[in-house]
């Protein structure tokens, strides 16, 4: 069974920074890309950044510029690096591992910018 677990969340003040990590466990092949979504409260879910097998990289308008995804562990451990974060990052951010077999989610984590 496929588990995936985000952490590095947490509370940090406007401007600064957080480094999320995403690790997936267990038999997981296939892997064709792998993304951060986020989930601000009475917002639908977004894409912040996705990274396919083919090195290409989308990032949303909000964070370019701010936020790098990148992975490591043949595929099996992601990362987003938020720098210069604002207040209106806040939201429960999503790790995912789009694979042949179908997509994997992680539970979230929460980032909170004050302000």
């Known amino acids: 069974q496929v588990q995936v677990v985000e952490s590095g969340g947490g509370l940090v003040q406007d401007g600064g920074f957080l480094r999320l990590s995403c690790a997936a466990s267990g038999y997981i092949v296939g892997i064709s890309a792998v993304g951060w979504y986020r989930q601000a409260p009475d917002k639908q879910r977004e894409l912040v950044a996705r990274l396919n097998n083919g090195s290409n990289i989308d990032y949303s308008d909000s964070v370019k510029g701010r936020f790098t995804i990148s992975r490591a562990n043949a595929w099996k451990t992601v990362y987003l690096q938020m720098n210069s974060l604002k207040p209106d990052d806040t939201a429960v951010y999503y790790c995912?591992?789009?694979?042949?077999?179908?997509?994997?989610w992680g539970q979230g984590t929460q980032v909170t910018v004050s302000s």
């Open positions: 995912t591992f789009e694979t042949t077999r179908g997509n994997y």
